[in-house]
């Protein structure tokens, strides 16, 4: 199972490079191809496929990153000359904390408020070269180089770039969706083309989510191992653990899932840009909560590892000290955590509206309609929470509730005349962000049901019936985690408000209980062969063979011929 969530589709135009495949993940590349018109993708693919140039993606900087529209770098049209003039005009206007671009980026895909014939067009997006392909040295009236030493991810040369008027050819316009002639006339495919841009930053995070996943893996491999050899199982420790495991499976089918809705946003843009606006904006909120949201998660997961793991979590050796600066810093790169939650509570706020005038809802969240129609949740005891069926029920129930709160607070505000910016940045930034996060938990937890449900005929039944009882604890944490909320809406009426949290409590222990004897097998299924020395390459697809077989037996060099021996001259009791 674990394989089957590891390999999303590919896309049939993709190589088999290993070098390519990697590249084709990070910012530069798929920008271009989304962005890039025919000519433009035959002039450029080869030679960064083949590391002819290497690119870089520039868009943040150092006054505005999340906020595209607020970047200060300017794209000026002359058409006598039919270049563009790229400048930097102030400090603040600088492109900052781009990765690749320290050292290695010959070339970049730039961000830009453009302005053609004394008309401002908005943000584009431009191919700059920035340095000699053959010297690596910065180009006349471009300063580059190296952010220096940060708290995480060093293996990356995040740089800065300061551009002084350069000009570039009038071609150097990624222009798919938004031409210029050498008269300096304008044509664009449609008010949403810009939106199209935004794509390649989307598979960034997607791939980011991935990332954030793989590092939590490694955490639950050292967690697993420390406490089956050396501390005694406990119920706090089994729970623990079940949680850990969980959130890996449950985010690993997320990004698998949405991958699969990012090959569909693709392949509907070659053929019919108009209809890819709705898969792109789909996207785009889910996407928005999930880089929070499973950064937060993944984050919290491995600091919890990394605590439980007792002195030995200390040693450089586990690879903790990487993974945990490496998470850190998730909370801002690649979108500020705050501003990704606060595009998906947009979404929220037009979803309420919608609702209130009966219109369609994407396929995902149509569940809302029943709740806005009345809809009580069928009780009859708490042995229900035993149930998928029923935890469903109280996830959706809850974040109906909180949502129609909030949007009926907000439109009160605007009514009563305070400024929308107030609104959204002072006066309900918590109860926004809170109220995404909490949409965002609920559609991932969705998500990772429909993987298991679309792979159950390729598993064995005594697989699917060990994953059923993960799906079953990751559900119950997840009412765990939100049972304030839960009591707080009255989701929950009478007698089956008492006790309530101590139930959900027992169920998680009991639930923890179950798995407990396949940790084991789902530890191995991530096929972990060495602890990190500082990224080195750990994880590989798991080779699953036939399900239900027992995968690749654990074998890390590093804890076997320094740790192992100390732990033979003692019991090594089982968790």
Not at 295 to 309: I, N
Request: net charge positive; glycine share 6%.
């Amino acid at each position: 199972f674990f394989l089957m969530i590891r390999r999303p589709p590919r896309s049939t135009q993709s190589r088999s490079s290993a070098a390519s495949d990697v590249y084709k993940r990070q910012g530069f590349y798929p920008t271009m191809m989304i962005l890039g018109s025919d000519e433009q993708i035959k002039k450029w693919e080869d030679i960064s496929l083949s590391h002819k140039i290497t690119g870089a993606y520039a868009q943040t900087e150092l006054a505005h990153g999340s906020d595209v529209q607020g970047l200060q770098t300017t794209a000026v049209f002359d058409q006598e000359r039919d270049e563009f003039i790229i400048n930097t005009p102030s400090v603040t206007a600088m492109k900052v904390w781009q990765g690749n671009l320290g050292y290695n980026a010959t070339h970049v895909v730039l961000q830009a408020q453009t302005t053609i014939k004394g008309k401002h067009y908005g943000i584009q997006t431009f191919i700059i070269q920035i340095r000699d392909t053959e010297t690596f040295k910065p180009l006349p009236n471009v300063e580059v180089g190296d952010l220096g030493s940060k708290y995480g991810l060093n293996f990356n040369d995040n740089g800065y770039l300061i551009l002084n008027n350069i000009r570039i050819p009038r071609e150097n316009l990624l222009c798919r969706f938004f031409t210029v002639d050498r008269e300096g006339n304008v044509e664009t495919a449609g008010k949403d083309a810009i939106k199209f841009g935004y794509g390649g930053m989307l598979y960034l995070r997607i791939v980011l989510e991935r990332y954030f996943a793989v590092d939590l893996t490694k955490s639950i491999n050292v967690f697993y191992r420390v406490h089956s050899r050396i501390l005694p199982g406990s119920a706090h420790h089994s729970a623990l653990l079940a949680r850990l495991i969980g959130i890996a499976y449950e985010n690993t089918s997320a990004t698998t899932h949405l991958i699969k809705k990012y090959l569909h946003f693709r392949e509907t843009l070659a053929k019919d840009p108009k209809r890819a606006v709705k898969p792109l904006d789909e996207l785009h909120y889910i996407m928005a909560g999930f880089k929070a949201y499973g950064s937060y998660q993944c984050f919290w997961a491995d600091r919890q590892s990394f605590l439980t793991a007792g002195p030995a979590g200390a040693l450089n050796v586990t690879g903790f000290h990487a993974i945990y600066a490496d998470q850190t810093s998730a909370i801002t790169y690649e979108g500020d955590n705050t501003v990704m939650l606060q595009q998906t509570a947009r979404r929220i706020l037009k979803f309420m509206d919608d609702l209130s005038q009966k219109k369609k809802l994407p396929v995902l969240v149509e569940f809302l309609r029943q709740w806005h129609d009345g809809r009580e949740i069928s009780f009859t005891d708490l042995t229900q929470l035993r149930s998928v069926e029923f935890i469903n029920q109280i996830l959706e129930s809850t974040l109906y509730r909180f949502m129609d709160q909030v949007h009926d607070n907000f439109k009160k505000h605007v009514m009563n005349g305070t400024p929308i910016t107030t609104v959204w940045n002072e006066l309900m930034q918590r109860d926004l962000v809170d109220v995404a996060f909490l949409f965002t938990r609920v559609i991932i937890y969705k998500l990772f049901q429909t993987t298991l449900a679309e792979t159950s005929p390729q598993v064995k039944p005594e697989v699917k019936e060990i994953l059923d009882k993960l799906i079953v604890s990751v559900g119950l944490n997840h009412l765990q985690d939100v049972r304030n909320l839960t009591l707080k809406f009255g989701v929950l009426k009478g007698t089956a408000a008492l006790g309530y949290n101590d139930e959900v409590d027992k169920e998680i222990a009991r639930s923890a209980d179950l798995i407990r004897p396949s940790f084991k097998d789902l530890v191995d299924s991530f096929n972990i062969k060495k602890f990190a020395l500082f990224r080195e390459p750990i994880l590989r697809n798991v080779d699953f063979k036939q399900a239900g077989d027992r995968l690749t037996k654990f074998s890390d060099t590093a804890f076997n011929t320094e740790i192992t021996p100390i732990l033979a001259r003692a019991p090594a009791p089982r968790l």
